[in-house]
Structures are given as structure tokens and as C-alpha cells.
């Protein structure tokens, strides 16, 4: 990690390489929090801890800045967990191993956690700095962003001062975020029933790895295969071809996340081996032929583990497959007022057994509310009709744009200023925090900045060196450029 001392600003890659040093995954942030805090305490910085574990940091304003309007940076402390399947880690107690490639910083085989620790540096940075002018400044660092936004559900009023949020969890360097899509998570669940696995049938192991997966939100449009829905349209064709029955199926780790691997356990008949083996090679060529330019590292297994002694009844089979099949995955609708933005889409991101159920969890995204209620009511009639129990939780607005936001404006101008060209002014089709923030606080005038950061929620997620120091140069312009109240 030392090597991240020598990049540009020392300051942010400095916090940046302690913050990787700290497991911190979603739901697990009490390490990385309790650092925050005693970081905090060693340099005098007031800082506060609601019920939830979000943090309240706060800074007076630097000389002659005092009559600006206050400021809030906006970061979360919570990463997602994502490792390749070769990669000893615990997210739990190791630290991620962060290296210099190139132009790029990426992590040894697993995510690295510039989603959106970067964000969190910066914040930080700019606390710990005593050459950024600004004025009346706050922190806000939020909990468990990417498995639920409960630090941001649940924020209470009366924390906030400010007038102004500047949300530091864009990806894109040149693009400044003025409104983002909700979402809410789709639950389908099923009761499994089995039955006894005949004596003469023999048992396999099938599984697809190699997919390169990512953000839900960012990547959904990129055609990137799901191996959840790869692996569950094989199943399909085998159980209709050579009645295999299935004895578990899993894939996927986060909702939010693309699933680049699956895998399921299943017992056939022995006299269908040989053509099912045939038809597996047959789709895995045909697979990796449609998805050659996007899956080029994409695999697939068939191996002969222990024997099972119970299988899916046929009945129970036959449900949950169709069902999984046939429910929407991927962009469904295109924005119609905003040119290559995502309006409405959906991740078929975990399948889980789980004792006598099986559980398919999927994330529901869309820049409208009507859009997202459309696509709840398809998912509903796919898996009741299949016999799952439906539920839809953890729903959170989007962030509507506002056309004359005086700090979209302003961000606008310094970027002009001091890059001597135009941002793209964009609606992201990911979840940020922006619009339930607006549930307490209604007055806020928002806007979303970050350098480029690549296939966050993946293993092979990376941050250009070079636009860290663009999105510092800009942050801190603004902060000085910041009106009077």
C-alpha cells in the first residue's frame, strides 16, 4: 500500500490506503467506523454518531469564508464484497491488497472499494487540509449504501446544517450527476419439495464462473452475461430433454451486482449421460460464441460429485425453473428524455437454497416510480404464478433532476474554468443516496462528482490515477467558489 503514498494528492491516496487496510464490508462497518472516529478525536474534529452508525463530521469555516453557504460532503463507508473464486480473502478480517497498474489502481482478486472509499478519502482529506479553503463544512458518512441505504433510511432531521450536498459517489470523471433511479428489491420465494433419488441414477455438479459481472446499476446495459439466467436455461433444457432433477441451485452474492457465477447439483438417469454430456458441450459453445466479445474468460463445468440422496420433486422443478426463465432480467426500457441513459431495468442478482426454500432475489431499478411499479407487477405474475411468494422490499426514491440547481451550476462553471471544456451534465441509472436525504431535508441543493472508477462490485474494479486528481482539483475549486449565504 505504500506505493499509493506517491500518488496525486498524497493526502486523499494516503487516507485512501489506510481506509483498504480496515474490512469494512456492507453490514460490517463498526472497524472502519470506530477508525473514522478516532481519526476524528487525534486531529480535534467534532464528530457524532447517530442511532443508525452514520457519522456527523464537522469543520468551522477557514478564514473569511465564514459568510459562505455551509457545505456537506457525502460519502459511505461500506463496500461490496466481491472476490474470484480463486482469491483467499476474508472480507471479514483481511485487508484489501491495492496496487498501481499502469494508470489505474485495481486490488489483488478482489474488489478494491474505490466505490466509493475514494469519495470517503476525499471528504476526509479536505477535513484533515489546512490549504482548502471553505466554509461552513460538514461530513456525513453513511452506513450499509450498498445492501439496503439503511444509514441513509435512516437519517434523522435535525443532524444536517447545510444548504448544499456534494455526494462524492459518482464513477465517471467529466460527467456531474444531477438525479439518479430508485429501486426496491424483489423477493421470490419457494417451498421445496423432494422425494427419494432412484437407486441406478447418478449425480453431477454443473457450475458457469469466468463472467465478468459488475454494478446492477452502471454495467446493466453493457450485455454482460448473467450466470444465474445462463445456468438456469441449461437446467431447463435438461430436465425437458433427459428429466434430470435437481438437488440444489445456487448463484449470485449481492442483488446489486451482476452474478458471474452459479452453480447447481442435479441426478439423471444413467442411460441419458452421454447425450446429456453432449448437449452440455453443445451449449457451452453456443453460449460462449453469443458472448465472445463481452464473456471472453466465461466457463463451464460438469463434474461428478457425492451422491445425493434426495432431489427436487418434478412438480416443484418444473415451477421454479420456468419461473426463473422466464422473469425479466436486464435494461427494459431506455430513457425517452435523457439519450443513452437507462429508464427501467432489473438483476436477477442471488438464487439461494435455503433449508426447505429456495429464494431468488432480484433489484428492481428505474428512473420512474410508474417503471418501477410496472416491472414489480411483471415480476409478480411471473413467480405467483409459478406458486412463489412475492415480496418487495427496501424501495427508495429516485433523485429528480432540478434544472436550476445553483450548485449543478456552479460545479458546471469551475469544471468549465479549470478544465477548459464542458462536463456532461447526466442522470446516473444507479442508486445514490440523494433522494431519500431529500425525505428529511428537502431544502438541499445536490449534485453527485467522482473520478472514473470501472467495474465497481466486481473483482476487476479500478480507479484512473489521473482523474483522482481532476475530481480533487475540481472538489476543491467549488468548495472555494462556493456563494454567500
Not at 453557504?69 to 466481491?82: S, W
Not at 450485455?223 to 448463484?251: D, H, Y
Not at 420456468?322 to 432480467?329: M, S, V
Request: aromatic share 6%; hydrophobic share 40%.
Amino acid at each position: 500500500m505504500n506505493e499509493l503514498n506517491q500518488l496525486h494528492p498524497s493526502s486523499l491516496w494516503s487516507i485512501f490506503a489506510n481506509i483498504c487496510a480496515i474490512p469494512h464490508p456492507s453490514k460490517h462497518e463498526q472497524k472502519i467506523s470506530a477508525w473514522i472516529q478516532q481519526w476524528a478525536a487525534d486531529l480535534g474534529i467534532e464528530c457524532k454518531e447517530d442511532e443508525v452508525g452514520n457519522l456527523f463530521l464537522k469543520k468551522p469555516a477557514t478564514a473569511g469564508m465564514e459568510n459562505r453557504k455551509g457545505v456537506i460532503l457525502q460519502a459511505h463507508m461500506d463496500m461490496v464484497p466481491q472476490k474470484n473464486s480463486g482469491t483467499d480473502h476474508d472480507f471479514l478480517t483481511d485487508p484489501i491488497r491495492p496496487y498501481i497498474d499502469g494508470e489505474w489502481v485495481t486490488a489483488d482478486g478482489t474488489t478494491l472499494g474505490a466505490d466509493n472509499g475514494i469519495g470517503l478519502a476525499s471528504a476526509m482529506a479536505v477535513l484533515a487540509s489546512d490549504d482548502v479553503a471553505h466554509g461552513p463544512l460538514e461530513v456525513l458518512v453513511t452506513i450499509d449504501e450498498e445492501a439496503g441505504m439503511s444509514g441513509a433510511f435512516g437519517l434523522k432531521p435535525g443532524w444536517l446544517d447545510g444548504d448544499i450536498l456534494i455526494n462524492t459517489d459518482s464513477e465517471q470523471e467529466g460527467e456531474v450527476y444531477m438525479g439518479c433511479a430508485g429501486g426496491v428489491d424483489a423477493t421470490a420465494t419457494f417451498m421445496l419439495e423432494t422425494e427419494a433419488v432412484p437407486q441406478d441414477w447418478e449425480s453431477f455438479n454443473i457450475s458457469i464462473s469466468g463472467l465478468k459481472g459488475g454494478h446492477s446499476g452502471v454495467d446493466i446495459h453493457l450485455g454482460r452475461g448473467n450466470a444465474n439466467k445462463l445456468l438456469v436455461r441449461f437446467l431447463l433444457q435438461a430436465s425437458k430433454q433427459f428429466a434430470i432433477q435437481l438437488t440444489e441451485l445456487n448463484g449470485g452474492s449481492l442483488r446489486n451486482a451482476i452474478p458471474r457465477e452459479a452453480n447447481a447439483s442435479f441426478v439423471v438417469a444413467k442411460q441419458h449421460i452421454a447425450a446429456l454430456t453432449t448437449a452440455f458441450n453443445d451449449y457451452l459453445a453456443q453460449i460462449k460464441q453469443n458472448l465472445h466479445v463481452v464473456e471472453p474468460d466465461l466457463s463451464m463445468m460438469l463434474i461428478q460429485p457425492e451422491e445425493f440422496d434426495l432431489m427436487w420433486s418434478r412438480a416443484c422443478q418444473s415451477n421454479i425453473l420456468a419461473a426463473l426463465n422466464g422473469a425479466p432480467n436486464g435494461v427494459l426500457r431506455m430513457s425517452d428524455d435523457i439519450e443513452g441513459v437507462v429508464e427501467t431495468s432489473i438483476n436477477m442478482g442471488v438464487l439461494r437454497c435455503k433449508g426447505p426454500k429456495f429464494v431468488a432475489l432480484n433489484l428492481i431499478r428505474s428512473l420512474h416510480d410508474d417503471g418501477r411499479i410496472e416491472t414489480e407487477e411483471m415480476i409478480e405474475s411471473v413467480f405467483s404464478l409459478a406458486g412463489a411468494k412475492v415480496e418487495f422490499t427496501g424501495a427508495y426514491p429516485g433523485w429528480k433532476p432540478s434544472t436550476d440547481s445553483q450548485i449543478m451550476n456552479l460545479v458546471r462553471e469551475t469544471y468549465q474554468d479549470n478544465f477548459d471544456k464542458t462536463p456532461e451534465i447526466m442522470v446516473i441509472h444507479a442508486g445514490l443516496e440523494c433522494g431519500l436525504f431529500k425525505t428529511e431535508y428537502p431544502h438541499l441543493d445536490m449534485v453527485s462528482i467522482g473520478p472514473t472508477i470501472k467495474f465497481p462490485h466486481s473483482p476487476d474494479e479500478k480507479v484512473e490515477v489521473k482523474t483522482v486528481g481532476e475530481y480533487w482539483q475540481l472538489l476543491t475549486a467549488v468548495l472555494a467558489n462556493i456563494p454567500e449565504a
